[in-house]
Structures are given as C-alpha cells and as structure tokens.
C-alpha cells in the first residue's frame, strides 16, 4: 500500500476503512467486523474510528476486528472536543484504548474545534505521545485559520493531519487548505468520500459524467470517486463500507489511473467553487 510520510516521519498509508455508524447495532456487528478483516486482508490497514461513534461502540467492533493483528493495522482514532482539555484528553485516549484493545494508537485527532483551549489539547496530545499512548497527533473539522492557529502553538509543529470533508462535491478545500497543507507536507484525510450516503438520490454517484467516467473504464462510480481523491497529492481517503463488494470496490479503486479526459470530465461535472467557503462538514 503506498503511503505518505506524516511531519514526524511515520508512514500513514493513502487509503483506509471507516467506521461511523459502526458498533450501535448489535446485529450489524458481526458483518462490521468481517468487512474491517477483509479490508485488512486485502492491504486496507488503516482503520479510521472516533470516541463519538456509537459512543464507544465503533472502537470495540474495531477492537475485535484487529486482535491478534495489532501489528498490521494502522490505526486513527479521535477525542470529542468537549474532553480535549489537560485531564480529559488523558482519560478519553486510555478509555480508547481500552476498548480498542491496543496500547498505542497510531494518530489520535481533536474531532472538531470545541471551546476548550486549544493549547491544552496539544499540551496532552505531546504528553500522551511522550507516554507512548500516541504515535501522532493531528485534528479535523479544521478550516485554515484554525490551522494557522494550532500551528503557532506549542507542539503545534507536531500536528500530522487535519482530517476534512473532501469529495467530488465538496472541493472547497482546494482553495487554500489543501495547498496550505501541501506546501507544509501535513497530509489530510478525506472524509466521506462518497459523501456518506452515496444511494441518496441526486447524490454524488447519481452525477452523470462520473458515470460517464465509470463506464468507460468498466468500473462503478464509487470507485472513479474514490480514484479521483487518491490520484491528489497528500491527500489520505477513508471511506466506510460494511458490505464485502464495496470493500473489494474500494481496495480496487486504488490501481484505477484516470487520463486526462477523465479528469476534465470530473471537473466539468463537479466545478470548484468559484470561490473561497468556510469549510463544510458533516
Ligand atoms: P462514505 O465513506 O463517503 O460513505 C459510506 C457509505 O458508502 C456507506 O453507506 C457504504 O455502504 C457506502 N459505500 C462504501 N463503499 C461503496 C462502494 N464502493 N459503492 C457504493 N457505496 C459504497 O461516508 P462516511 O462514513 O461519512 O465517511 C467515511 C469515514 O470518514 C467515516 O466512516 C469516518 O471514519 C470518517 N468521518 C470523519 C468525520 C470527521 O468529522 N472527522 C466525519 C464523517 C466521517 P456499506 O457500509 O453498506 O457498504
């Protein structure tokens, strides 16, 4: 799996596994952690899962998923921001990894910007990291002014990622955030790269000249969506899937090389913004 090179040095690979909505019913259960397997089993390493989702119950599923594979696995996974104060993060991150079953997670994000000061998160963050409970740190949710400002702070020349709502649809980033972070070689993470509910109709696959696109190379629109996002420079994509196809899909999208026709297809179906938004998320 190719990967990029995080500001510590530490490899993060370029597509991972998603988990929100994961672990709230215990009936999916079982199938959430065939598919994180497969994933795995099919080089999908990274596993992308959050305190918030099913308040706990994802990082359990996740827990299962990769026992007895602790070693293979690449692992993110985030704080709520109403816990990203000194004492909090600390508490929030053993109880991750708890259920995680783990004693290290790989990249561990501040969720979105709270009210907290943002200068104690970093200050547990680089603590957690000096214990050995984190190998990175990094946030989401966060537009560039944030950045400027996590980056200004102590440990703030420690922060590895900033996870963000990046898809076809969504291309407001490619005004100043993703450039900003390219330049100082901080991948971002795309999240929901099929815009979460890629069946809605009108959605993002429902877009004909992505099928266009699709068509001409014999491969779903999913997997042009998820080509489109993996072609970009620094750019990590994370999308979720519990049924086995779309896991096989998704893993597959990564030998997908899309031509310069198709791009400016893409392009003329999904237009940039004509200029700069706040960041938008889901
Ligand atoms: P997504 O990955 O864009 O879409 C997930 C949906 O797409 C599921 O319904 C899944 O179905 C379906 N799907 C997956 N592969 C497919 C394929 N090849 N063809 C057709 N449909 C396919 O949405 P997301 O879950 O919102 O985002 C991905 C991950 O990003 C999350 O799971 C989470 O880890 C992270 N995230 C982070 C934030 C944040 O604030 N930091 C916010 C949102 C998401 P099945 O499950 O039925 O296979």
């Known amino acids: 799996m190719n ?12 597509l991972g596994q998603g988990t929100w909505n994961m672990g709230e019913d215990p009936s999916a259960r079982r199938d959430e952690v065939a598919a994180l397997r497969l994933g795995i089993d099919l080089g999908v390493t990274l596993i992308d899962t959050a305190e918030m989702y099913g308040e706990g119950g994802a990082e359990e599923v996740v827990g299962e998923a990769i026992a007895g594979r602790r070693d293979d696995v690449f692992l993110v996974s985030k704080v709520y921001p109403h816990n990203a104060d000194r004492k909090g993060v600390q508490a929030a991150c053993e109880r991750s990894l708890r259920r995680l079953g783990t004693d290290c997670i790989d990249l561990y994000l501040l969720h979105w910007r709270g009210t907290l000061p943002l200068a104690e998160t970093l200050e547990a963050f680089v603590r957690l990291r000096e214990q050995g409970k984190i190998r990175d740190f990094g946030v989401s949710n966060f537009d ?67 099928a266009a696109v699709a068509r001409r190379h014999g491969v779903t629109p999913a997997q042009v969506a998820l080509a489109w996002l993996l072609r970009q420079d620094g750019v990590v ?46």
């Open 144 to 210: 560039l002014d944030d950045m400027l400002e996590a980056v200004a702070l102590p440990g703030g020349e420690l922060v590895a990622t900033d996870q963000v709502l990046f898809n076809l649809s969504q291309r407001g980033i490619e005004w100043d955030l993703l450039p900003w972070c390219r330049e100082r070689h901080i991948p971002v993470m795309a999240y929901s790269p099929l815009e979460s509910n890629p069946g809605e109709q009108n959605g993002l696959l429902g877009n004909p000249q992505l």
């Open 237 to 282: 994509v994370i999308p979720k899937a519990v049924q086995p196809r779309h896991v096989r899909e998704n893993r597959a999208a990564l030998d997908l090389v899309l031509s310069p026709q198709d791009l400016a297809q893409l392009d003329a179906g999904f237009p940039v913004p004509h200029r700069r938004r706040p960041l938008a998320m889901r």
């Open 3 to 14: 990967a990029l090179l995080l500001p510590s040095g530490n490899r993060i690979p370029v």
